[in-house]
């Protein structure tokens, strides 16, 4: 069965140094997401990206944090000055062309962030 | 704005006995709905989904869930528990056209021996 594969499984990070977090979706989806998990919490919204660009993003996602599909297979998280609060599991998610919102998405087993 | 409410942070069974999680939703046009299972150190597995067909959806592992719009609900059922359905549960909305989805703050399901 096809994944969502993320890459590494566990970062720890220095406070204010750039992190980037890597996702491979499946092939043939065309709509892929970040969402994040602060321990203990619940599943974020982050971004969702299509046609290779954002498409909507939540109040979490600032100035700090970007997106990209830079080579059609991979699809990254970069935040560029980590703070201690951004310390959680990311999860990259995918979903294939279908109407609207209706078709689930296949998760990545995620990354967990330590930000020290 | 749509947003998920889901009743119990914490629910525990005895192996066997009947499983209800309950998830409530807002939405301002007709949703789409998903249950989501999140077990120990992994990612979320789509359990089973709502998309305007059949209002009692089944799903994998012997869950199922009924949409009642009356009620706004969507909550997740299992008749008898088993001790590998432990794990958290998410509720999840999404809109028609809409680019993301909406979690639940989920619930732990506990089974007993």
């Known amino acids: 069965e096809p994944e969502v594969t993320q890459t590494p499984s566990h970062q720890v990070t220095q406070m204010g140094q750039e992190v980037i977090l890597r996702c491979v979706p499946i092939?043939?989806?065309?709509?892929f997401y970040w969402y994040r998990q602060i321990l203990g919490q619940k599943v974020e919204f982050l971004v969702s990206?299509?046609?290779?660009?954002?498409?909507?993003k939540s109040e979490i996602f600032d100035d700090q944090f970007s997106v990209e599909r830079p080579d059609g297979s991979n699809f990254t998280l970069k935040i560029r000055s980590t703070k201690l609060e951004d310390s959680a599991m990311y999860f990259c998610?995918?979903?294939?062309?279908?109407?609207?919102?209706?078709?689930?998405?296949?998760f990545g087993s995620g990354t967990r962030l330590t930000v020290v | 704005a749509q947003s998920v409410t889901q009743l119990g942070s914490h629910v525990s069974v005895s192996e066997g006995a009947l499983v209800l999680l309950r998830c409530n939703y807002s939405?301002?046009?007709?949703?789409?709905l998903f249950w989501y299972v999140q077990y120990p150190n992994q990612g979320l597995q789509l359990l089973l989904k709502?998309?305007?067909?059949?209002?009692l959806v089944k799903g994998i592992n012997g869950f199922e869930a009924e949409f009642k719009k009356s009620e706004t609900s969507f909550h997740l059922t299992k008749p008898s528990a088993h001790m590998s359905d432990a794990a958290e549960y998410f509720c999840?909305?999404?809109?028609?056209?809409?680019?993301?989805?909406?979690f639940g703050a989920g619930t732990r399901l506990f089974v007993k021996a």
């Open positions: 092939s043939n989806h065309l709509y």
């Open positions: 709502y998309t305007s067909a059949a209002t």
């Open positions: 998610a995918s979903r294939a062309p279908g109407t609207g919102g209706a078709y689930g998405y296949t």
């Open positions: 939405s301002s046009v007709p949703p789409y």
């Open positions: 999840a909305v999404s809109e028609s056209g809409g680019f993301k989805t909406i």
């Open positions: 990206f299509y046609n290779n660009e954002i498409s909507e």
